[in-house]
């Protein structure tokens, strides 16, 4: 049997992932995973691409039933060179406009997000695209531009000082939701039940 479902990159590097890999080692079941921006994960669940998603969306698509998984915390984060070097001035419109940025491709909005939130207005950002949770974190510590991290994935790298955070205490919460299919199986509602859990443990509550 196989089960295809779509997944935000983000939580699939962090608590997805582990509890995706759990459930394929224990159910007789092939996972076909679809990586997304959660923004647009609901729109594969809509077209019959897939039976469930990670989606940002709390509203069903046709069929389907929603469940809150929680909140995924990002903050802006940097090396201390590239902030020395950039945002030595302050961070703000006019530093920001020039400091290149990381984007996971172009549908990502969490920087222009981020940079809204804290300026009040948007602000044309120079940007690095680069579609890899974890490339995005190793191109942020090689000093190649700033960008909004899974909380998750960068707390080791905070920790150690190779990467800080530009506006400490700015950060950037994303509500998501496990969109799936009514009619589903019940391996779909095995799997159902596995995500909840992890998100449950993973992720910030509301």
Same mark, same amino acid.
């Given at each position: 049997m196989s089960l295809s479902i779509a997944v935000n990159a983000d939580s699939l590097a962090t608590w997805a992932g582990p509890a995706l890999a759990r459930f394929g080692a224990s159910h007789p079941v092939l996972l076909a995973v679809q990586v997304?921006?959660?923004?647009?994960?609901?729109?594969?669940?809509? %077209? $019959?691409? !897939?039976?469930?998603? @990670?989606? /940002?969306?709390?509203?069903?698509?046709? $069929?389907?039933? %929603?469940? /809150?998984?929680?909140?995924?915390?990002?903050?802006?984060?940097?090396?201390?060179?590239?902030? /020395?070097? &950039?945002?030595?001035?302050? @961070?703000?419109?006019? +530093?920001?406009?020039?400091?290149?940025?990381? !984007?996971?491709?172009t549908k990502d909005a969490l920087q222009d997000r981020w940079v809204?939130? =804290?300026?009040?207005?948007?602000?044309?950002?120079?940007? &690095? @695209?680069?579609? +890899?949770? &974890?490339?995005? !974190?190793?191109?942020?510590? $090689?000093?190649m531009g700033w $960008?909004?991290? /899974?909380?998750?994935?960068?707390?080791?790298s905070l920790r150690r000082g190779r990467l800080r955070e530009l506006v400490p205490g700015v950060h950037l919460d994303v509500k998501l939701y496990w969109q799936h299919a009514r009619a589903g199986s019940s @391996? =779909?509602?095995g799997l159902t039940s596995a995500v909840l859990q992890a998100a449950t443990q993973? =992720? &910030?509550r509301p």
């Open positions: 997304d921006d959660q923004d647009h994960t609901r729109d594969s669940l809509r %077209s $019959g691409a !897939v039976m469930a998603a @990670v989606t /940002a969306s709390a509203t069903p698509v046709a $069929g389907c039933n %929603s469940r /809150a998984l929680g909140t995924m915390r990002y903050v802006a984060a940097a090396s201390p060179a590239f902030i /020395a070097q &950039h945002f030595a001035g302050g @961070v703000h419109a006019a +530093s920001l406009a020039q400091a290149p940025s990381l !984007v996971f491709d809204r939130r =804290l300026c009040r207005r948007h602000v044309e950002l120079p940007r &690095h @695209v680069l579609p +890899s949770a &974890h490339a995005f !974190v190793m191109a942020a510590e $090689g000093g $960008g909004l991290h /899974a909380e998750a994935l960068i707390a080791d @391996v =779909l509602e993973a =992720l &910030h």
